[in-house]
Nanobody, 122 residues
């Protein structure tokens, strides 16, 4: 499975963006998918994850109630809808995949996209 993110860009505080992660490979539906982000000088941080059957999701505390993860297995795509954006959401956002159940740690994901920049101005 290869992952390619898109949808990043510049937004104003309070605005919205939707990130997409397109996956190649016929076994996409077997993978749990996650979104992570990394700001300059900071460690990579868990944002959201979804299991393969869409019956379970998890969110980082800083994005709960503002971000929503979803997936469309027919399109091999996972999405991150980001609402009520804040300047502290500014980071490179990465899509990640792993076989098995969703987890919230960076180390558990073995497939990563190249990242997409999100910048939120105040």
């Amino acid at each position: 499975v290869q992952l390619v993110e898109s949808g990043g860009g510049l937004a104003q505080a309070g605005g919205s963006l939707r990130l997409s992660c397109a996956a190649s490979g016929r076994t996409f539906s077997r993978y749990a998918m996650g979104w992570f982000r990394q700001a300059p000088g900071k460690e990579r941080e868990f944002v959201a994850a979804i299991n393969w059957s869409e019956t379970g999701t998890a969110y980082g505390d800083s994005v709960k109630g503002r971000f929503t993860i979803s997936r469309d297995n027919a399109k091999n795509t996972v999405y991150l809808q980001m609402n009520s954006l804040k300047p502290e959401d500014t980071a490179v956002y990465y899509c990640a995949a792993r076989q098995g159940r969703l987890i919230v740690t960076v180390r558990g994901y073995d497939l990563w996209g190249q990242g997409t920049q999100v910048t939120v101005s105040s």
